[in-house]
């Protein structure tokens, strides 16, 4: 691995944790700051808080969904898109990092990462009572991680074989 590599994968690696502190931010900050006191004092509180939590959200796949079909506005739209378009750039530095296409980049390891991350974020919700547990976000988001895997699958793929080649007739 050159050096220009290896500074390009460094970079991939500071923008994609930059990525996650401020997905946390919005998703169970809502773009306030991190209060730690805060969050420790939601989770002495915990146990009342969680049962609460999951009586007030959502635990039937695609009930929110067929919710959101039937009386669309514009928060129901901003926030099923929003699912979504968060969870587009894991899916695509998770391909970035791993161009090879294994492990964590390949398409079943975007859909059980970002099924991952979402399953964090939406228990976070409930364990701090920031936020409504809903497992159709687990779907959308999840969706929003495969949808960057399909976006930049195939350009990583083209730029691979590139690279590939012209390494062959350097030689």
């Known amino acids: 691995m050159n050096q220009a590599h290896k500074q390009t994968k460094y970079g991939l690696q500071v923008l994609f944790t930059v990525y996650v502190y401020i997905l946390f931010k919005i998703i169970l900050f809502k773009f306030g700051s991190m209060d730690l006191p805060f969050l420790w004092q939601q989770l002495q509180h915990s146990p009342g808080h969680i049962a609460a939590s999951l009586q007030r959200g959502n635990l039937i796949p695609l009930a929110t969904l067929t919710n959101t079909y039937h009386h ?86 083209i730029y691979m074989s590139g690279r590939q080649g012209s390494s062959v007739t350097q030689k």
Do not use: H
């Not at 669309?72 to 161009?99: C, D, M, Q, R, W």
């Not at 398409?107 to 409504?132: D, K, P, R």
């Open 72 to 157: 669309i506005s514009t928060s129901t739209v901003v926030n099923f898109l929003g699912n979504i378009a968060l969870f587009i750039p894991y899916g695509i530095f998770l391909v970035l990092l791993n161009p090879n296409g294994k492990g964590s980049g390949s398409f079943t390891g975007v859909l059980l990462w970002s099924f991952a991350l979402s399953a964090v974020l939406e228990c976070s919700q409930a364990v701090f009572y920031i936020g409504t547990f809903d497992v159709d976000d687990l779907l959308l988001n999840t969706f929003g991680g495969i949808l960057g895997y399909m976006l930049m699958r195939p350009i990583m793929m």
